[in-house]
């Protein structure tokens, strides 16, 4: 499967942007998909993942009530809705898929992700 993330840009805090995973693939719809962040002189960090289906989604706590993960399978997409934005969320974001379903403990690590995006740089200035 072939990642192609988008959306990314320069805001304001507190504005919103929403950026997008759009992922070539027949079964691309059983796969988790994760959003991850890397600053620069920093690691990457887990941003929010999700099942197959919508219900089943992870953010981490820097995000939770601000960021919104969906996915829309008919199309091969992944969008990461982010709102209230932070100078903190300046990084470039990645899309991330792993076949199959990854167990909760797995979901938020880097290493369980098979295939990558080549990142979009969001920029919230203060």
């Known amino acids: 499967v072939q990642l192609q993330a988008s959306g990314g840009g320069l805001v304001q805090a507190g504005e919103s942007l929403r950026v997008f995973c759009a992922a070539s693939g027949r079964t691309f719809s059983t796969y988790t998909v994760g959003w991850f962040r890397q600053a620069p002189g920093k690691e990457r960090e887990f941003v929010a993942a999700?099942?197959?289906?919508?219900?089943?989604?992870y953010y981490a706590d820097s995000v939770k009530g601000r960021f919104t993960i969906s996915r829309d399978n008919p199309e091969n997409a992944v969008y990461l809705q982010m709102n209230s934005l932070k100078p903190e969320d300046t990084a470039v974001y990645y899309c991330?898929?792993?076949?199959?379903?990854?167990?909760?403990?797995?979901?938020?690590?880097?290493?369980?992700?098979?295939?990558w995006g080549q990142g979009t740089q969001v920029t919230v200035s203060s």
């Open positions: 991330a898929a792993s076949p199959g379903t990854l167990i909760t403990s797995s979901i938020r690590h880097p290493r369980h992700y098979d295939y």
């Open positions: 999700v099942r197959r289906s919508n219900p089943s989604t």
